[in-house]
């Protein structure tokens, strides 16, 4: 069964950088778009960057200048880099992805299992 599998999450002082990964576990025939979104406790999930298959990215203002997001065809995987951390970027990061896993078959949308950024003050 193909799935998204994250990683890089964990606990970063103010200022600090993070990168988070996540790839495909099985075959992947072709992929879309992939982005990123993250959720806290009590609130709901908000989209934190997208990147195109064909490299256009999206960015949340609240992170633009400081995220970047990338992704690689080959490994069918997508990446963010975190840099100059905030608190109030604290959440449960997931990453999210549309994947063809055959010919014949549409993208389906598949999400990772989330990692948790903890950034102190």
């Known amino acids: 069964q193909v799935q998204l599998v994250q990683s890089g999450g964990g606990l970063v002082q103010a200022g600090g950088s993070l990168r988070l990964s996540c790839a495909a576990s099985?075959?992947?025939?072709?992929?879309?778009?992939m982005a990123w979104f993250r959720q806290a406790p009590g609130n709901q999930r908000e989209l934190v960057a997208r990147?195109?298959?064909?490299?256009?990215?999206n960015y949340a203002p609240s992170v633009q200048g400081r995220f970047t997001i990338s992704r690689d065809n080959a490994k069918v995987a997508t990446y963010l880099q975190m840099d100059g951390l905030k608190p109030e970027d604290t959440s449960r990061y997931y990453c999210n992805a549309q994947l063809q896993v055959m010919r014949d078959l549409g993208k389906v949308n598949y999400w990772g299992q989330g990692t948790q950024v903890t950034v102190s003050s």
């Open positions: 990147i195109s298959s064909s490299g256009d990215t």
């Open positions: 099985g075959r992947i025939f072709s992929s879309g778009d």
